[in-house]
Every structure is written in C-alpha cells, then in structure tokens.
C-alpha cells in the first residue's frame, strides 16, 4: 500500500477523512470500482460522504456526546476515539476491532444511553433488522440520533426469505452470500415500522460537483438519519 502511495501521489483526489491526496484512489468491490479505495485510512466513497456530512451538518466534532458505533469502519475508529469530546462505545458481535461483544438484537445498555448511534452496512446481515433499530430506538437518548446505512437496491420492495439460507442462493437473491435481505427503495417506511423515526437526507445533492470528484464521493447516496421516537 505504501508503494502504491508513493508511485501514485498527486493531487487529483483528496481524502477528507485523513486529509491525504493522490493521483486517483485504488479499485474496490466484488465487481470493482475505479477510484474508490483511500490507501491511507480505507475510507470508501460512504465513508467520505458521512464525514462531511457529520463536519457540515451535525455538531458531533464539537458536542459533548456519548457515540454507540456498531460493526466499526477501519478509518473511522482512531480519528473518532481521538476526539475530546465524544465518548465513544465500539460494538459488534464478532468485530476484533470492537472493545464491546454485543448482538444488535440484544444491546446490554440501557434505555436513553447514547446521543449518536452509528450501523453501517450491518441491517442486510441481521436476523431482524427491525427488532436491531427498535434496539437503537430504546437506547437513544430523546435528542438523540444516527445514521443507518445499507446497500438500497433500485427495487420496489425489500427482497426476504428467511427459508433461503444456502450461501450461493443468498448470494444470487441478496448480493452477497452474508446477506439475509436485499433492501429495496421501502428502506426507510420499513425501518419506520420498528418505532424508530427515519430521515431521507440528501446531502449529497448539495455538494458541488467540482467537491464531488475532488473527494471522489457517490453521487447518488441516501444518507439514512434516525432519530429517537417515543
């Protein structure tokens, strides 16, 4: 990685995460894309958007929060237990980068915990994707808020069969063989339906172009905001 870094510096494309630049970004995905990978941190295209979306729109790099970060990514953990102000709770169920074991469907804290509650690309792999938000819902905070992120196919309706449970068929049915469901363009109205509240927001829309291509950021992601409902 480092001798990629070193043959590919330039300036074409900035990592706003750990504010390291290159000619391009590296390739990524099952079928990969160009320009997506930061060789420094492991941000993804997802990853960049949140953290502008988190410096420009919300308080979280200033307020005093309690932060529950479910399923960690790479590029996030150090930055965010480096910050002052959060106390910061990683989570997963199997995660070696997590400090805390806990299953979404069964979160040991109690009820108004956490300011902020972050589950990215986890929903698709649970047993019960709505008893996992009623969860976070419980251990909200009454201000508080998060983001839940998936993978959101162009697809009416969710796809689940909790009888598919062979890993090729989950594969060809849901995208990848860990994936229990594919989430359709009724993710929000579902998740809604565990008493969670959900936000569409799209912040994306009101990046400049010249921003997009500088950070190399989707160009067509949701960013799913929840928010305590009692």
Same mark, same amino acid.
């Given at each position: ?10 300036k074409n ?66 930055? /965010?237990?480096?910050? #002052? ?6 989570? &997963?169920?199997?995660?070696? =980068?997590? +400090?805390?074991?806990?299953?979404v469907h ?67 049915? /849901?995208?990848?063989? #860990? ?6 363009? &009724?993710?929000?109205?579902? =998740?809604? +339906? ?37």
């Amino acid at each position: 990685m480092k001798v990629f870094a070193q043959m590919n510096s330039g300036k074409n494309v900035t990592c706003p995460v750990c504010d390291h630049s290159y000619k391009k970004f590296l390739p990524y995905g099952r079928i990969a894309r160009a320009n997506a990978l930061c060789p420094n941190c492991l941000s993804l295209e997802r990853h960049r958007l949140m953290w502008l979306f988190l410096k420009e729109k919300t308080d979280f790099f200033t307020a005093p929060l309690r932060v529950l970060h479910v399923a960690p990514e790479h590029c996030f953990i150090e930055r /965010f237990e480096g910050l #002052d102000n959060l106390d910061y709770i990683t989570a &997963d169920i199997e995660s070696p =980068l997590a +400090k805390v074991k806990m299953d979404v469907h069964d979160i040991p804290f109690p009820e108004n915990s956490f300011d902020v509650v972050f589950c990215n690309h986890v929903l698709e792999h649970v047993e019960d994707d709505l008893k996992a938000c009623a969860e976070f819902n419980r251990v909200l905070k009454p201000s508080g808020w998060g983001i839940l992120q998936s993978p959101v196919y162009p697809i009416e309706k969710t796809l689940e069969d909790k009888n598919v449970t062979d890993p090729a068929e989950r594969e060809r049915l /849901f995208g990848q063989r #860990d994936h229990v469901r594919k989430f359709g363009q &009724d993710y929000a109205e579902r =998740l809604r +339906k565990s008493g969670i509240a959900i936000e569409e927001n799209h912040f994306v829309k009101e990046i400049p172009s010249k921003v997009i291509k500088q950070n190399a950021l989707p160009s067509e992601e949701t960013i799913f905001v929840c928010r305590k409902r009692n």
